[in-house]
């Protein structure tokens, strides 16, 4: 079983910049590839960006120059920096996690934490 827990969201101006930590629990952290995803009032959940065992990444359109995915299995831990921050960032982020390489799907990710709300102003 792993437990994931968020942080770092919050509320920021326009063009600001975030870092989302996600701590997992236990000792095969390096063997999980994870993934946050964020979902907006009234929309669906929906993939951000996410990073597999062996650092491969993705990113949603969306986001691509503006947020990087990374990891440090040495803390269990896996971040998105968030940067020139936009309002249509505006959404609960959370993070997900399953074996080996990441998925688009939601359904493949095993472990789910409760997420981190980030708000942005205009």
């Known amino acids: 079983q792993v437990q994931l827990i968020e942080s770092g969201g919050g509320l920021v101006q326009a063009g600001g910049s975030l870092r989302l930590s996600c701590a997992a629990s236990g000792r095969t952290f390096s063997t999980y590839a994870m993934a946050w995803f964020c979902q907006a009032p009234g929309k669906e959940r929906e993939l951000v960006a996410a990073?597999?065992?062996?650092?491969?990444?993705y990113y949603a359109d969306s986001v691509k120059g503006r947020f990087t995915i990374s990891r440090d299995n040495a803390k269990n831990t896996a971040f998105l920096q968030m940067d020139s921050l936009e309002p249509e960032d505006t959404a609960v982020y959370y993070c997900?996690?399953?074996?080996?390489?990441?998925?688009?799907?939601?359904?493949?990710?095993?472990?789910w934490g409760r997420g981190t709300q980030v708000t942005v102003s205009s």
């Open positions: 990073i597999s065992y062996n650092s491969n990444t």
């Open positions: 997900a996690a399953k074996r080996w390489t990441y998925s688009d799907r939601q359904t493949s990710y095993d472990y």
